[in-house]
C-alpha cells in the first residue's frame, strides 16, 4: 500500500527565508508522487509532479522537489519565500501510477510572516 | 487541463436530510472521483465515478450513504444521504484527463455544514 507522511502540521517562515516542507513516502512500487497547494477557500492545484523521470522537480511558483529514493523522500523546497505562499500544501501518492486515486498526507500549513 | 465547476458552494443543510452535489468538467474526461476533506483533515477518496456503470467504492464508503451517478463523460453528482454532523466537510470532485494521465485536476469543492 501506498502512503504518505508529512512532517509538521504547521511551518512558518519569515519572508524571503527558504521554505522547507517534508514529505516522506511509502510504496511497494514506484512511487508516483504529487505536491498540491490549497489557498483558503480554494481547490488544488498541482505544484509539482514526480513520475520517474528526473529526480529533481521544478514546478510552478518558483517551488521544487527532490526525489530521493534512500531516504523515501519527496521534500517540497522555494528558496526565498513570499507572502502569497501562505496556504495549506499537500504530498500525495498515487496508487495507480497515474494521477488516478490519490493517497495525500495530513497536510502542511505554511505560513509567512513580515 | 480541465476546468471543474461544482455546484453548490456551500451548504447548510438539516440532519437527516440528503444533499446532492454536481460535479462538470468543460472536457471529456476518463476518470471522475469524489473526495472528502474533514474540518482539519487531509482528503481521502470516497470512490471513483464510472460512466455507464455503478461507482468503484473505497474501504469505509458505501453506496447506500454516498450514492454517485456518472450519466456522461462530463457530469458526475454524489449524494450525501441520511446527513449527520459527522459528514460536515469539503466534498471535491478531481477528473483525470485524458493524454494528461499524470496530473489530476479538482474542483473548488462543496463546503457541507450539517446541523
Known amino acids: 500500500a501506498q502512503s504518505v507522511t508529512q512532517l509538521g502540521s504547521h511551518v512558518s517562515v519569515s519572508e524571503g527565508a527558504l521554505v522547507l516542507l517534508r514529505c516522506n513516502y511509502s510504496?511497494?512500487?514506484?512511487?508516483?508522487l504529487f505536491w498540491y497547494v490549497q489557498y483558503p477557500n480554494q481547490g488544488l492545484q498541482l505544484l509539482l509532479k514526480y513520475t520517474s523521470a528526473a529526480t529533481l522537480v521544478k514546478g510552478i511558483n518558483g517551488f521544487e522537489a527532490e526525489f530521493k529514493k534512500s531516504e523515501t523522500s519527496f521534500h517540497l523546497t522555494k528558496p526565498s519565500a513570499h507572502m502569497s505562499d501562505a496556504a495549506e500544501y499537500f504530498c500525495?501518492?498515487?496508487?495507480?501510477?497515474?494521477?488516478?486515486?490519490?493517497?495525500f498526507g495530513t497536510g502542511t500549513r505554511l505560513q509567512v510572516t513580515l | 487541463s480541465a476546468v471543474i465547476s461544482q455546484k453548490p458552494s456551500r451548504d447548510i443543510c438539516q440532519r437527516g436530510t440528503s444533499l446532492t452535489i454536481q460535479c462538470q468538467v468543460d472536457s471529456q474526461v476518463t476518470m471522475m472521483f469524489w473526495y472528502r476533506q474533514q474540518p482539519g483533515q487531509s482528503l481521502t477518496l470516497i470512490a471513483t465515478a464510472n460512466q455507464g456503470s455503478e461507482a468503484t467504492y473505497e474501504s469505509g464508503f458505501v453506496i447506500d450513504k454516498f450514492p454517485i451517478s456518472r450519466p456522461n463523460l462530463t457530469f458526475s453528482t454524489l449524494t450525501v444521504s441520511n446527513m449527520s454532523p459527522e459528514d460536515s466537510s469539503i466534498y471535491l470532485c478531481?477528473?483525470?484527463?485524458?493524454?494528461?494521465?499524470?496530473?489530476?485536476?479538482f474542483g473548488q469543492g462543496t463546503r457541507l455544514t450539517v446541523v
Open positions: 510504496s511497494s512500487v514506484p512511487p508516483y
Open positions: 478531481s477528473v483525470e484527463v485524458q493524454g494528461s494521465d499524470t496530473e489530476a485536476f
Open positions: 500525495a501518492v498515487s496508487r495507480t501510477g497515474t494521477a488516478s486515486k490519490l493517497t
